[in-house]
């Protein structure tokens, strides 16, 4: 495939394709009502809520938030790209995919790419068949049945061996016809030899453990020495296609099952990936030799909502799960650390116990920032200088928490632990929100101007009621004229905090008038995952609430709008009254005193 696929050929496909036909070759979907109903395929549970609508052709579930259209749902089930999505599609609906030009430079990194694949794929094929079949191999089939590894699982992860010869690899590709500058330049696999020696393998001596992108393809290998000096693993140099910080070891092989646990097990070797899968473990996935990165993070976050870390039990593991902390805990997962005895990781573990007993190991898991806040304040002592460095990195930590909730609730058991006052470690763990709410510099009585009302900090999300009053407002400026024009008229200011229902109602303004015309246009296909759950859940809920007195609803909810917002300045204008008692400030406290009862006033009128 060559070019982009047009506008025209996708709409062509999104007509064709039935939604519930493609879902239920996954799913096992009963009609209720107007919607199919199943269990989700993207997290456990035992109650169906995930909902597919014929009529919009969309699905969305309402336990884990996800949502989008047909496309959608195969990018997310089979981890595909979009044009990869609409072609299969296309196949499966006899809609022949032609493709638009593209520019030369886009058609020759899109061929480079292609070729590297294709070239790690031989590679793998090489060394997968030497382990299998190739008596040279028997060294490293030896090895692995004495670790208890059989050869079903070294066929599922492709495990390969490359043998003691210099130029095996380089030869082998020479003789597929393979141009030996993309195995040596473009992926590292060969080296060029001295003083017109040919090239030579990186790996030699080694079991090897081919690295899948998500959708099965080998990019990288990992190699283990068996015999010789050198370093006991090296791992493929990044390429085009490999990049160390993206790439989870095993995830082809555990999104299904980290889809219908809802979480995922995260390790450090590969050996201790294989482990915990040969044991039944099949949502776990290892790095790449690397710390765990942001990109890692949003690999997980697609297919799992808690994250368990089992790092091995020394003072490098301890350091790699907090290091892993700090990149997890603001994307919202929930995160635990399964603990071991000192000095096991998980493959010897399993080597001297048996599923059920990692089992309990698992579920035994505690809170990573429990785990960080007790081995933080039982490592600084208990004099006063340590607790005073111990507390104050918890608190930096605290502020990696994006929920409210969770930090007040840590908060409240460090001050009972510290015997610190509460409100001293509020100010100090949450610093940059204070700023935010803090006038400027006091003056004179006289200078002083009359502050501005504060306002709700705009990355925070709205309360429950703001925000189901808020989602009714976007119902209903999809669905009708009236309502967009008054919209418009209001402005979107009063009606929406920032955030996906704001972008999602700028989006529905900006769509040509007409009768139907916004919510057949409210296509999803360029949205974040977010506002595709947003929408997709928005569009599925019941209509009837919105047949009649659309316009009476939508003044209703523009009123609970702007009376939820007052609620959220009153409660940060007491802030900012504690403050300034706390710092002896009268004439700011009367300033704001005032202030408040004015608010108040007008919440009541």
């Not at 899968?277 to 099949?282: L, P």
């Not at 009153?570 to 700011?588: I, N, S, V």
Request: aromatic share 8%.
């Amino acid at each position: 495939m060559t070019g982009r696929i047009g506008e025209d050929k996708v709409e062509q496909i999104r007509a064709r394709a039935d939604i519930v036909e493609v879902i239920s070759s996954y799913v096992n979907l009963k009609r209720t009502g107007r919607n199919h109903v199943g269990l989700c395929p993207f997290h456990a549970e035992k109650t169906p809520s995930f909902n597919v609508n014929a009529d919009r052709q969309i699905y969305h579930c309402f336990g884990c938030e996800v949502g989008g259209d047909v496309f959608a749902f195969l990018m997310n089930m089979e981890g595909l790209s979009f044009p990869e999505a609409v072609r299969r599609l296309g196949e499966r609906y006899g809609i022949e995919v032609e493709e638009e030009t593209v520019t030369p430079e886009e058609e020759q990194r899109r061929e480079e790419r292609e070729r590297l694949l294709r070239v790690t794929e031989v590679a793998c094929d090489f060394y997968h068949r030497l382990l299998v079949e190739d008596p040279a191999g028997k060294p490293a089939r030896s090895y692995l049945r004495q670790r208890g590894f059989d050869g079903e699982l070294a066929r599922q992860f492709q495990l390969g061996w490359a043998p003691a010869a210099w130029e095996a690899l380089a030869t082998h590709l020479q003789e597929k016809g393979f141009d030996p500058k993309w195995a040596r330049d473009r992926l590292g696999l060969t080296r060029a030899g001295n003083e017109g020696r040919g090239d030579y393998d990186l790996f030699r001596r080694r079991l090897l453990f081919p690295i899948h992108d998500e959708r099965g393809r080998p990019v990288a290998f990992g190699g283990r020495i068996l015999e010789g000096d050198g370093p006991k693993y090296i791992n493929s140099p990044e390429s085009p296609i490999y990049h160390k910080g993206r790439v989870l070891y095993g995830l082809y092989q555990a999104k299904d099952a980290m889809r219908h646990k809802g979480e995922a097990i995260v390790v450090e070797g590969y050996f201790d990936q294989l482990a915990l899968y040969r044991a039944g473990f099949h949502n776990t996935v290892a790095t790449c030799g690397t710390a765990l990165t942001t990109d890692h993070v949003r690999l997980l976050k697609r297919f799992s909502d808690r994250v368990l870390l089992l790092f091995d039990q020394d003072a490098a593991g301890q350091k790699a799960t907090f290091r892993a902390m700090e990149v997890l805990l603001p994307e919202g997962l929930q995160v635990s650390v399964v603990t071991l005895e000192p000095g096991e990781d998980p493959d010897s573990f399993l080597r001297n116990h048996d599923a059920q007993e990692m089992q309990q190991r698992l579920e035994a898991a505690r809170s990573v920032v429990e785990v960080f806040i007790d081995q933080t304040l039982a490592q600084h002592g208990e004099d006063i200088e340590g607790r005073a460095r111990a507390v104050e990195k918890i608190l930096v930590k605290l502020q990696l928490l994006p929920g409210d909730i969770q930090r007040d609730l840590y908060l409240k058991d460090l001050a009972v632990r510290t015997g610190l006052d509460e409100q001293l470690l509020r100010r100090k763990a949450l610093p940059q929100a204070v700023a935010q709410t803090v006038s400027p510099p006091v003056v004179s009585a006289a200078e002083r101007p009359r502050p501005a009302r504060p306002t709700a900090p705009a990355a925070s999300a709205p309360p429950g009621l703001a925000m189901k009053a808020q989602r009714i407002l976007l119902r209903l400026i999809i669905s009708y004229e009236s309502t967009r024009n008054e919209a418009r008229r209001v402005g979107l200011d009063e009606l929406f905090e920032e955030g996906d229902l704001r972008v999602l109602a700028e989006r529905a303004l900006s769509q040509p008038a007409g009768k139907a015309g916004t919510e057949e246009k409210m296509r999803i296909d360029d949205l974040s995952e977010s506002q595709k759950g947003l929408l997709s859940g928005i569009l599925i809920e019941d209509e009837a609430l919105f047949a009649e007195n659309s316009d009476e609803l939508f003044q209703k909810c523009h009123e609970t709008v702007k009376k939820e917002r007052m609620k959220q300045q009153l409660q940060q204008l007491q802030e900012l009254m504690r403050q300034a008692e706390r710092g002896h400030d009268f004439t700011q406290m009367e300033i704001w005193t005032r202030e408040f009862h004015e608010l108040t006033r007008k919440l009541k009128g």
